[in-house]
């Protein structure tokens, strides 16, 4: 059974950029989560998707943003790079529409300069 | 607001005895609580949950106990392994208020056991 699939694994972008991530759920979990991970902070939450709709949002800039396709496929982007938006980004699925029984992609590895 | 809070930022045990990792809650509307355990370069796996209608749940060589009253959770680990060295989350959520909850980490403990 595959996992969560996240794309790409490492990625280097300079500041004032932008980037998409991507995130394929496990088959038939129709929740996508997205999390922020930095030393120190935790796991930070971004924002939620539940078939094709933002369900719950975290606090962070609307410089951040998500989507989720009709196949469950979920994207984020970050527009206007910050030296401070370097971390992992883990996406995680749930076949619940409740938020926790998640399993978690190996996440991408931003790192802005 | 770091409303799950992990006041030990690293543990250090040795192989074969107890490992205790800690963790604290803020908000009172939480009434499910779950432990993920993180290597490097991968994502957490979940270890194991418990909710707040009981005080203990086990599961071979882990323990969770809650203490609501005191907004407080631990993982007990027994006996501790090598391959047990990682980074543990504390992560809470309110069932009861359906959807609009969400998964709430803590900032996680390194656990390092050594031989």
């Known amino acids: 059974k595959a996992g969560v699939t996240q794309t790409p694994r490492y990625l280097i972008k300079t500041r004032g950029q932008q980037v998409t991530l991507s995130c394929s759920p496990i088959s038939g979990h129709r929740s996508v989560s997205w999390y922020q991970q930095t030393p120190g902070q935790g796991l930070q939450f971004l924002f939620e998707?539940?078939?094709?709709?933002?369900?719950n949002k975290g606090n962070f800039p609307g410089r951040f943003s998500g989507r989720q396709f009709s196949n469950s496929r979920s994207e984020m982007n970050v527009s206007t790079l910050e030296l401070g938006d370097s971390a992992l980004y883990l996406c995680?699925?749930?076949?619940?529409?409740?938020?926790?029984?998640?399993?978690f992609g190996s996440g991408t590895r931003l790192t802005v300069v | 607001d770091q409303q799950v809070k992990q006041n030990s930022p690293s543990l250090s045990v040795q192989e074969g005895r107890i490992s205790i990792l800690n963790c604290d809650y803020t908000?009172?509307?939480?009434?499910?609580f779950l432990w993920y355990k993180k290597y490097p370069a991968e994502g957490p796996t979940f270890l194991i949950s418990?909710?707040?209608?009981?005080d203990k749940n086990e599961d071979g060589r882990f323990t969770v106990f809650l203490n609501k009253s005191a907004k407080h959770l631990s993982l007990h680990i027994v006996p501790s392994q090598p391959g047990d060295s990682a980074v543990y989350f504390c992560a809470a959520y309110a069932i009861h208020t359906g959807t609009a909850s969400k998964l709430t980490f803590g900032t996680g403990t390194r656990l390092q056991v050594t031989l």
């Open positions: 418990i909710s707040s209608i009981k």
């Open positions: 908000n009172s509307m939480f009434d499910y």
């Open positions: 995680a699925s749930s076949k619940s529409d409740r938020g926790y029984g998640y399993t």
């Open positions: 998707y539940f078939s094709e709709t933002q369900r």
